[in-house]
């Protein structure tokens, strides 16, 4: 898959974080959008189909997890990655709620092209089974 | 029986003359022929009256007045009355010059004998009566004397009480600063403890972009093809690096001052606006992800008050955290500053700040209790009860008030009273 046909949401509360990762992505041609928190971005998944989500933990309204558990039921397919500062009780049961990893803050863009690969990987690998 | 009188006369005759009359106006008489069974006598026991002839073989009258005198000296003064046979007028006046108070003429009428017996005696109780007052005035003077001394005594063990009560107050105060300072910086540490993981994300979110950009930064010098819109872009992201290193930077800053433990707990003149501006900044992320609306109304141009800016940072973050676990499904904590101008009840100027959360309030019956040391409605991981007694010291410290009103289900405002002037 091409990097132009692979949608990827960034939701998170800092700005710094959202436009850090639009720069970066949109260098390397990959469909970039951004929501400020879960609210935001359980709308913008249920207009389009997003390949993978970076959520941050910690938000207001809907926090990460609970905006995780919204996308598996809604949007299964989405690979999503959980941010956060450290890992703690809210990362570990992320995972056990379906998220594909978790990345710790600050990180360095190698870790998030990687994860990126990893959930391309693995979506290329559904997509066969599937077929 | 009376008074004691003392007679004196070798006149054997006479004397007995004299004893017979006497014993009968009822005076105790005692009779001695010689001058020097007189002065034994006078030496061993007090005669208020003595009569005495001034010619006898063994001792002339004048030496035997002079003698008496001696032996008696000022305190026991006996009255004494002379007799004298001499025409010679010179007697009676020596006599008295030598302490006699009367003479008598020989020879004598009875009744004029009697008379001046009388008289003198009269003169001899007054004299006894002033002895006796004499005496007990001395005996008076040695009580107080006493007293005095007692009370000097006293004064002298109060004052060394005294002494070792303030050398004891001194270092029960000494102590108890000691373990205030200790009770400061432990509930601070329990403060930070609760700021840790907000502190982390605080600064991992700037750390994150910081580290992002300067890596992408960096990919782009590594290309070939680095064009003038690149130069413009990284621009940009240099900008966004140095913007999040200064919130670092200022965040830092904030966590070392808070829990910097204090050496002195100096005041400084401080704008209250930055403190609360500071504070806000530490807690502000864990804030926004509980939910909770910061709203803010700090007035300008507030005048600077004297502050230990990290104990009101202290007691700020307590209030803060607070409310935070009062409004456990979120909420809105409002913080606003402002002056209060004096009035009747306030006589000086005030800073006030308030802290209002719209959380769960605090029942009626904890009103009275919330201020105390250890008093806590929390789980022993969450609380220790000192925030707000901690609070309550430092404010006061700032000889400032600190006030809740509170209703359960609606909310709590904690205000603060801080004077602008220290006198
Ligand atoms: N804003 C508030 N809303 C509701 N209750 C409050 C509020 N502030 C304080 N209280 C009550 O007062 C008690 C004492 O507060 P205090 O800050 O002294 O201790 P704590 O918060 O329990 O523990 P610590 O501050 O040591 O972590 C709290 O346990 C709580 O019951
Ligand atoms: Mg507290």
Known sequence: ?131 | MGENILVVDDDKLLLQTIKNLLEKEKYSVTAVDNSNKALELIKQNFYPLIILDVRMPDMDGMELLKRIRDIQENSHTSTIIVITGYADENVPIKAIKYGASDYIMKPFDITEFLYSVNKNMRIARLEMEKIKYIGEIANKNKELERALEELRKTKEKLEEYNCSLEQKVEERAKELNELQVQLFQSAKMAAIGQLGAGVAHELNNPLGGILGYAQFILEKFKKKDFKEEDIRACQKYIETIEKEAIRCKKIVENLLRFSRRPITFKKESANINNVVEDTISLIHHQLKIKNINVITNLQPNLPKVPLVINQIQQVLTNLILNAQQAMPNGGELKISTSKLLNSEKTPSNYIKIEVTDTGVGIPEENLPKIFDPFFTTKDKEKGTGLGLSIAYQIIQEHRGNIEVKSKVGEGSTFTILIPVEEE
Do not use: C, W
């Not at chain 1, 509360?13 to 879960?38: C, H, P, S, W």
């Not at chain 1, 949007?75 to 998220?99: C, H, N, W, Y």
């Open chain 1, 1 to 131: 898959m091409v990097n132009e046909n692979v949608n990827i949401l960034i939701v998170d509360d800092e700005e710094t974080i959202r436009n850090m990762f639009v720069d970066i992505l949109q260098d390397r041609n990959y469909k970039v959008d951004t929501a400020i928190n879960g609210q935001e971005a359980v709308e913008k998944i249920i207009e389009k189909a997003y390949d993978i989500a970076f959520l941050d933990v910690h938000m207001p309204i809907i926090n990460g997890l609970e905006t995780l558990k919204i996308i598996k039921k809604i949007a299964p397919r989405i690979k999503v990655i959980i941010m956060d500062s450290f890992p703690d009780s809210l990362t570990q049961e992320a995972e056990k709620e379906g998220a594909l990893a978790s990345i710790h803050k600050p990180f360095e863009i190698k870790t998030m092209l990687e994860i990126i690969d990893k959930a391309l990987g693995i979506n290329k690998e559904d997509i066969r089974e599937n077929v």
